[in-house]
């Protein structure tokens, strides 16, 4: 799949989850995902929740439209974007360097 493709109008984005971290960012590429650093802990959901609001800032989206569709319980997740704006998810992307 790589980081990221289109299904329509949806964005799949590869993630990999660094919870616990200093502060809240989208980092590089690592391999075929895009690094998010999150402060929140993997424990009841709150780093996939951590995760959902910090994408839906990055895009522009409400939360509501950003399911994680593989790795729930994993660092490594696929996350489904409905709708987002290309121009928006290209300008993220591209600052996105290999870490």
Same mark, same amino acid.
């Given at each position: ?8 109008? @949806? ?12 502060? %809240?960012?989208? #980092?590089?590429?690592?391999? %075929? ?6 402060? =929140?802990?993997?424990?009841?959901? &709150? &780093?996939? &929740? ?5 994408? =839906?800032?990055?895009? @522009?989206? =409400? ?12 660092? %490594? ?5 409905? #709708?987002?704006?290309? &121009? ?12």
């Amino acid at each position: 799949m790589g980081a990221w493709r289109w299904e329509g109008e @949806d964005l799949l984005l590869a993630v990999r989850v660094q919870p616990r971290a200093t502060r %809240e960012r989208i #980092g590089g590429l690592r391999g %075929e995902a895009v690094t998010v650093h999150l402060t =929140a802990p993997p424990v009841e959901g &709150a &780093a996939n &929740a951590a995760l959902r609001k910090l994408l =839906a800032e990055a895009l @522009d989206v =409400a939360p509501g439209r950003i399911r994680i569709v593989r790795g729930e319980h994993s660092r %490594e997740k696929t996350v489904r974007v409905t #709708g987002p704006s290309r &121009a928006r998810v290209e300008a993220l992307l591209a600052g996105c360097a290999p870490e």
